[in-house]
């Protein structure tokens, strides 16, 4: 069984850049499909970033195209976040699904994502 575990969160101001990391145990991430969602109080969880494995691509929100880069490893999934806003506070949540026939990732169905990560905070604030 594939566990995600979310680290990296934190306080910063705005402007400023966090990276966080989501570590996969229990099986391979090979033919995963791997995201990040994120949750602002109030409000639905919603798509950041997404990749599918086998180098097949990538694809992030409008909220976080130029800003954002997803990318990963052997056995970590990453999110470089920089020129935080306010707007950008949520918790943040890594998602994963086994995708061995490479379908393009999507950010809209989060039904697909199988596999949940406890999340971590990020705080944009001054």
């Known amino acids: 069984q594939l566990q995600l575990v979310e680290s990296g969160g934190g306080l910063v101001q705005p402007g400023g850049s966090l990276k966080l990391s989501c570590a996969a145990s229990?099986?391979?991430?090979?033919?995963?499909?791997i995201a990040w969602f994120r949750q602002a109080p109030g409000k639905e969880r919603e798509g950041v970033s997404c990749l599918t494995p086998g180098g097949v691509g990538t694809k992030y929100a409008d909220s976080a195209k130029g800003r954002f880069t997803i990318s990963r490893d052997a056995a970590t999934v990453y999110l470089q976040m920089n020129s935080l806003k306010a707007e950008d506070t949520a918790v943040y949540y890594c998602a994963a699904f086994r995708n061995p026939y490479l379908a393009p990732c999507s950010l809209v169905s989060k039904g697909l994502y199988t596999i949940w990560g406890q999340g971590t905070q990020v705080t944009v604030s001054s």
């Open positions: 229990g099986l391979s991430l090979d033919y995963y499909t």
